[in-house]
């Protein structure tokens, strides 16, 4: 059994899963996600800046949640601190492993980056999470979270050097994939715009206005 939550908690992001795998593995994290647990934990953090992306995430009607099936050891074993599935027409889903994290800083950059990658479908990025299969779309849209949520870490004040320092070293990582798959140096910039405009449109949603770029955009980056 635990076997089972174990892939329905990761998605089974090995495989290339359909749409109506996708859809269905979505109704499952939904159906046992604690949304409770998870607003009072995140509540509980002291940072005003952290709680206004929290509103925003409400506003926007993305869905966050803990995991409420894995017991404590099953979910400390999980590689993942959180995940994101966008899905056409239904609510952003960001599902968090609670029991993974052991400091503040830490839970607040789990929950800057998924809430970038919730911005995927409203941003016009993609219209659905992007998988691992798509090599390009899926590095890509690293690359936007982890920018975005360092842009927010700085913008809250948050005491977060150490995690910074690794999201660009996990940025670094991504972009040598994108280099090996022919992608430019403006690419990846590009990559690193979309995730900052993506963490404005949610921290400062009535400064900014985000636009979808065009298909023109995109191939003048390639």
């Not at 400390?76 to 027409?89: D, N, Q």
């Not at 400091?103 to 789990?110: F, M």
């Not at 809430?115 to 409203?122: F, G, P, Q, S």
């Not at 941003?123 to 360092?150: D, F, K, W």
Request: net charge negative; hydrophobic share 45%.
């Amino acid at each position: 059994m635990f076997t089972r939550l174990i892939n329905v908690a990761g998605f089974g992001f090995q495989n290339s899963l359909d749409q109506r795998e996708l859809q269905r593995r979505y109704d499952d994290i939904l159906r046992h996600l604690d949304v409770r647990r998870a607003r009072l934990q995140l509540s509980s953090i002291d940072n005003a800046g952290f709680q206004e992306l929290l509103v925003q995430l409400d506003d926007l009607s993305i869905v966050i949640g803990a995991d409420a099936l894995l017991p404590v050891d099953a979910a400390r074993a999980l590689p993942r601190f959180g995940l994101t599935l966008v899905l056409p027409k239904r609510r952003p889903l960001i599902w968090l492993n609670l029991f993974k994290h052991t400091d503040a800083i830490t839970l607040i950059d789990t929950v800057a980056h998924e809430a970038i990658h919730a911005t995927v479908n409203l941003l016009g990025r993609h219209p659905q999470t992007p998988q691992p299969t798509n090599e390009l779309a899926y590095h890509a849209e690293e690359i936007v979270a982890l920018s975005g949520a360092n842009w927010i870490l700085n913008r809250i004040g948050a005491p977060a050097n150490h995690q910074i320092a690794q999201n660009l070293a996990t940025i670094d990582h991504h972009a040598e994939i994108l280099i090996g798959l022919g992608r430019s140096p403006a690419f990846l910039q590009q990559k690193s715009a979309e995730g900052v405009a993506a963490a404005k449109f949610l921290m400062e949603p009535h400064l900014i206005e985000v636009a979808a770029p065009t298909l023109a955009d995109l191939n003048a980056c390639r």
